[in-house]
Every structure is written in C-alpha cells, then in structure tokens.
C-alpha cells in the first residue's frame, strides 16, 4: 500500500508518519506513507497555490495548475486519487475497507476557501469528508483516512482479530472492554469476563454492543 498526501502542510503528517501503528506498518514494508509538498509545482518566486475567487467573496481558492502539474508526475496507472472535500461521500468503516483493497491512494488536501471547481470535475477519481463540518485545511481528514486504511491491512495489527472486532466492523458499535485491576475504587468488572467460559463471554459482548447502539448510534440499527 502506497499513500501520498499532497498538501501544502507536510510538517503535520510527517509527526504523525512516525509515530505507533502507522510507524511500524513503514517499519515492516507494509506501507509506503509520503507528504509531498504541492510548492514544489509552483511557477512563481512566491510559491503560490491560491488567487481570489471569480466572481468576488470571501477567502482564496485553490489554483489548478499546480496540482494539475502536481498529479501528472505523482499518478500511476494504479493510482485513485482522493480529494477531501466537505462536499465528498462520508467516510465510513466500509469506505476504509473499500479503500485498504487498492495499492496506490494519493489524497489531495483542500485549503482556504477551496479548490477550484475543475479539479474535482477533471482530475480526480473521489470526493471524500469524514463529517459535517468544516476544518482550516484538508491535512487532518487526510490523516484520518491514512490511519483508518493502513490499520486494515494484513499484518500491520499485532492482533489480526483487532480491526476485525472494532465499532463498525458488524455495522454496530463495539462492546465494552475492561482489564485489571477487577476492581477499582468499588468499581467492577463484569463477572462473567472473569469466569472463563467462552460462551458466555461471547454472548455478554454482543448483547453489550447492540445495548451501547441502541442507546448511542441507534440509527446504525434502521434499516
């Protein structure tokens, strides 16, 4: 799995590049994570990306150009690129797996005002927002997919059952976890986690997930 951010940000992803999960898929060759820097396909000795938008209004767009320029040298045959945008499909569990199957993802990161129009017409393969609201740039979302993705792909977990068993993988929230102490401050652990039987602990775990749905995401359970 290669994974590029194209932002005008790359300092952020590379502090998180290095750290916990996505470090040690790096680590072990699973993953090819890159934030490249769209100045460098910048004409001007300003380096600019952005101009004020057609029409008149607030805030500064996104020129084309340089990302145009950008994505031509960047792009394989194998590759999708994804624009984050507030106007994209919301991110989801299903969408990180849909996209853990592809080997070749570049993320494109908006800021400022936006992104010129033609860009999401003409040079990408998706849009994507992972909620209803706004940030100052597209580097954050574009991390959220990173570490969503790459946890999905074979090896990089120590425990293969993890992103099996997490919230969302049986479209449900996940159930409760505990470990030791059994009890703190009189709080418990439920008994049936400690007795050892299997069966029970299976049972208890699915009851408590479809609870917690039921009292907090209850719409995941509509049809």
């Not at 008149?56 to 084309?64: A, E, L, N, Q, S």
């Not at 993802?105 to 010129?116: N, V």
């Not at 992972?130 to 954050?140: A, C, R």
């Not at 099996?164 to 049986?170: E, G, V």
Request: hydrophobic share 40%; proline share 6%; net charge negative.
């Amino acid at each position: 799995m290669k994974i590029q951010i194209l932002t005008i940000f790359p300092d952020v992803c590379k502090s998180v590049f290095s750290e916990s999960i996505l470090m040690r898929a790096q680590e072990k060759n699973l993953a090819s994570l890159e934030a490249v820097d769209l100045r460098k396909w910048t004409k001007d000795r300003h380096r600019t990306v952005d101009d004020a938008p057609y029409g008149g209004g607030p805030g500064m767009v996104m020129k084309i150009e340089p990302i145009d320029l950008a994505l031509s040298e960047m792009r394989s045959p194998a590759s999708k690129v994804i624009l984050l945008s507030p106007q994209g499909r919301q991110f989801s569990d299903s969408t990180a797996r849909e996209l853990a199957r592809e080997t070749d993802l570049i993320l494109l990161c908006g800021h400022y005002e936006g992104i010129d129009q033609r860009v999401a017409d003409h040079l990408v393969d998706d849009e994507i927002s992972i909620g209803d609201y706004v940030l100052t740039s597209g580097v954050l979302p574009a991390l959220v997919l990173t570490d969503a993705i790459v946890r999905l792909i074979p090896g990089v977990l120590g425990d293969e059952e993890s992103a099996q068993q997490d919230s969302f993988s049986a479209g449900i929230l996940d159930h409760p976890h505990y470990t030791r102490p059994s009890e703190y401050k009189g709080w418990k652990a439920p008994d049936v986690l400690l007795g050892g039987n299997h069966a029970a602990i299976a049972n208890w775990r699915r009851e408590a997930a479809l609870d917690a749905t039921k009292k907090r995401r209850p719409d995941l359970l509509r049809p």
